[in-house]
């Protein structure tokens, strides 16, 4: 339903900027500036996708129900999961 999907995609949000500060923690305690500044560029990712999922999800809640907003939001959060997964490789590679 509109609802669930809407509870979802926030809750996939707040999932994504709770990884993005533990990487964050790992990436300004990296010895390596050059795996810490990649990480850092990630978390960024990471932030600026789980916000866009926010908005779109309130704009769903606001809005009546539509195909296409359905289909941005899962897309959105197929993106952020993509770009949490490139984020444990820079995180595993953080960590040798």
């Known amino acids: 339903t509109k609802d669930q999907l809407i509870a979802s995609t926030r809750q996939i949000a707040y999932s994504g900027q709770t990884f993005a500060?533990?990487?964050?923690?790992?990436?300004?305690?990296?010895?390596?500036?050059?795996?810490?500044?990649?990480?850092?560029?990630?978390?960024q990712q990471i932030h600026t996708i789980s916000n866009q999922l926010s908005i779109i999800s309130s704009v769903k809640a606001a809005t009546s129900s539509e195909k296409s907003t359905d289909e941005v939001l899962?897309?959105?959060?197929?993106?952020?999961?993509?770009?949490?997964?490139r984020t444990l490789k820079a995180v595993e590679a953080a960590c040798i």
Not at 21 to 43: G, M, P, T
Not at 74 to 85: G, S
């Open 74 to 85: 899962v897309k959105n959060a197929e993106n952020l999961i993509q770009t949490i997964l």
């Open 21 to 43: 500060k533990f990487a964050q923690v790992i990436a300004k305690n990296c010895v390596d500036k050059r795996c810490s500044a990649e990480l850092s560029c990630v978390v």
